[in-house]
């Protein structure tokens, strides 16, 4: 209970063979980082970006290279105004046709779930979207985006304070 979260992607890899599709079955974090660190400077930049919330994960077929809430990023804290006023950016590049984009919040209680549906979409595409979303007295949100074979991405939750 309480505390910000972050929720990393994984693969269950039970054996490693030559009959084994390994990538299909995995999920990834891409890291947001300014640069790609060296190898030599050690692994503070990676750490940081996961510690941090700087990275979207993904089955790799859906990318969300970026996403803000009112101008603030995956694992930062922003303050809504009195109204709940959110104006949620994201580009969104895809392999197959999007099914939709969900932007899931809560308030300490409940999950709830905004739906828009993307089904209108062809395949290997790449798009800007911008909505707006009233999240009064919702305390985090994140977003995810699902195509029609069934593979996502989601972005780090963005917290609200009071």
Known sequence: MGGQKKIIAEADLFTVTMENEMYAHMNINYL?????????????PVLNAMTTGKYFSTTGEVLIPNFSINGKGSGETIKLNAGGEAKI??????TFPLNFLEVVSGDGQTVFRERLDLSKTGAFGSEEFQLSLNLVNRTWARVEVWDIAANGAFTQTIYFSK
Do not use: E
Request: no cysteine.
């Open 32 to 44: 947001q980082l300014d640069t790609l660190p060296k190898f030599k400077d050690g692994w503070a």
């Open 89 to 94: 950016h994201l580009n969104i590049d895809w």
